[in-house]
């Protein structure tokens, strides 16, 4: 139980172009998300977290213009990366948490980003 | 502000040692501590989670402690194997929002 998959696993776009990453909860309703990044040889990085159903409160630092994150409904959270430039290039990973057992979270594969 | 850290940034054993990882935390009003090992590429496995009350948590030939009050947790692996090799990344839980702070991180390869 409690699976958290990711599409895509990897995309590669060019400089320019905006890109969206999607984070499923598969066998359990989250009612918050978390995404992070992690460049090379790195820590992870919380960005955002979301709610369903409302806007994600975003870390300092982070574009919320530039990371749209949409949290529409208790299975499904989406990150697009805007006008995306080669320094966004990096591993994207989401978690989620359900209602019951908000101090566990659950991690997704992953989503590594290339641009061009 | 949760700043927190791992030592050592690497680590090379020979299979069969037994290994100590090392995590430190400034604010210890922490919600809970939890180690994670990650493949290269790949996403996390959550390996231990141990709770703001409990001293330890085992599971296998994995063992967790928690010292809250010095802001300190070691993870104990037992007679390491090749397949253990991966970065073990801790991360605390400060109970706000459930946010995680992740360590540094800890690079094991562990050799035949």
């Known amino acids: 139980g409690a699976v958290v998959s990711q599409h895509p696993s990897w995309v590669i776009c060019k400089s320019g172009t905006s890109v969206k990453i999607e984070c499923r909860s598969l066998?359990?309703?989250?009612?918050?998300m978390f995404w992070y990044r992690q460049f090379p040889k790195q820590s992870l990085m919380l960005m955002a977290t979301s709610n369903e159903g409302s806007k994600a409160t975003y870390e300092q630092g982070v574009e919320k213009d530039k990371f749209l994150i949409n949290h529409a409904s208790l299975t499904l959270s989406t990150l697009t990366v805007t006008s995306a430039h080669p320094e966004d290039s990096s591993f994207y990973i989401c978690?989620?948490?359900?209602?019951?057992?908000?101090?566990?979270?659950?991690f997704g594969p992953g989503t590594r980003l290339l641009v061009l | 502000k949760q700043e927190v850290t791992q030592i050592p940034a690497a680590l090379s054993v020979p299979e069969g040692e037994n290994l100590v990882l090392n995590c430190s935390f400034t604010d210890s009003a922490i919600y809970n501590l939890q180690w994670f090992r990650q493949d290269p590429g790949k996403g996390l496995t959550s390996l231990l989670l141990?709770?703001?009350?409990?001293r330890e948590q085992t599971s296998g030939r994995l063992n967790a402690s928690l010292d809250k009050s010095s802001g300190r947790s070691t993870l104990y692996i037992a007679a390491s194997q090749p397949g253990d090799s991966a970065t073990y990344l801790c991360a605390v839980n400060t109970g706000t929002a459930s946010k995680l702070t992740f360590g540094t991180g800890t690079r094991l390869q562990v050799t035949l």
């Open positions: 141990i709770q703001s009350s409990q």
């Open positions: 066998d359990f309703q989250a009612t918050t």
């Open positions: 978690s989620a948490s359900s209602r019951g057992r908000q101090e566990t979270q659950y």
